[in-house]
């Protein structure tokens, strides 16, 4: 098993991953996960961007996890709660970009402390 923390942001750091959306967001990401044979170990939003802590078997490619993550969560998302779209210029919900480090047994700990206090003030 390999595991990857992940992390992506909202289209213009769009503060709109609270609430009903966050809730949303997790369960369906989740589900993609399931889908696709790979686990969500630990995930976390703050607002503007969401943390992972992914597993998954060396035969998975991390960009199509990625994609499959983002794409699959923006179209469920805006089906589920289509209010969003106005919130967002041109109709999309995250940003192009993300960050991909792997993880190691040593740092494993260290990483799932910090995706779960993203929201902690």
């Not at 976390?44 to 943390?51: P, R």
Request: proline share 3%; glycine share 4%.
């Amino acid at each position: 098993m390999l595991q990857y923390h992940i992390v992506w942001s909202t289209k213009y750091r769009r503060k709109i991953l609270n609430g009903n959306t966050e809730t949303n967001l997790k369960r369906i990401l989740y589900e993609i996960a399931e889908s696709n044979g790979f686990t969500i170990e630990t995930m976390e939003t703050d607002e503007d961007h969401i943390h992972l802590l992914v597993s998954c078997s060396p035969q998975h490619y991390i960009p199509n996890i990625i994609k499959a993550l983002k794409g699959n969560s923006a179209r469920a998302l805006f089906k589920a709660i289509p209010e969003l779209k106005k919130q967002l210029w041109g109709g999309h919900l995250w940003n192009p970009s993300y960050f991909v480090a792997t993880v190691s047994e040593n740092t494993r700990e260290q990483i799932k402390r910090y995706i779960e206090n993203q929201q902690v003030k």
